[in-house]
C-alpha cells in the first residue's frame, strides 16, 4: 500500500500562490494515478485535480481550471498542485490520493490517501 505525504501548505494573501508537493512511499508511485481533493471547513470533500500515471492526461474541476496546475515526477514519487490567483474560496484541507482507476478516482474510490494540509487564503 502506497502512504502518501502534503507539505507546502500555508498562509498566503488573496492573489498570491502556493505549490503542493505529495510524496509517495511503500509502492510503485508509477502504477497509480494521482490526485488531489480539498475540504473546507463545513464542507464535504470535493475533488480538485487528477493526473494519469504516464502524467499525459489531467483534469480539474471547473471552480480552479485555468488556475491550478497539477504535475507529476515519477523519478521522484511525488505529484505536485501549483495553485495561482488564489481566493479566499479556496482555504481548505487539500488531501493527495492515489488510485488505480482513472475514472474512479474523482468519485472518491481510490487507494490511498494523505493526511490532508491546510492552506489558508487571507483576503
Known amino acids: 500500500q502506497v502512504q502518501l505525504v502534503e507539505s507546502g501548505g500555508g498562509l498566503v494573501q488573496a492573489g498570491g500562490s502556493l505549490r503542493l508537493s505529495c510524496a509517495a512511499s511503500?509502492?510503485?508511485?508509477?502504477?497509480?494515478?494521482m490526485g488531489w481533493f480539498r475540504q473546507a471547513p463545513g464542507k464535504e470533500r470535493e475533488f480538485v485535480s487528477i493526473?494519469?500515471?504516464?502524467?499525459?492526461?489531467?483534469d480539474y474541476a471547473d471552480s480552479v481550471k485555468g488556475r491550478f496546475s497539477i504535475s507529476r515526477d515519477n523519478a521522484k514519487n511525488t505529484v505536485y498542485l501549483q495553485m495561482n490567483s488564489l481566493t479566499p474560496e479556496d482555504t481548505a484541507v487539500y488531501y493527495c490520493?492515489?488510485?488505480?482507476?482513472?475514472?474512479?478516482?474523482?468519485?472518491?474510490?481510490?487507494?490511498?490517501w494523505g493526511q490532508g494540509i491546510l492552506v489558508t487564503v487571507s483576503s
Open positions: 490520493a492515489a488510485a488505480g482507476s482513472y475514472s474512479s478516482l474523482p468519485r472518491n474510490a481510490v487507494d490511498a
Open positions: 511503500g509502492g510503485t508511485f508509477s502504477r497509480y494515478h
Open positions: 493526473i494519469s500515471r504516464s502524467g499525459i492526461s489531467t
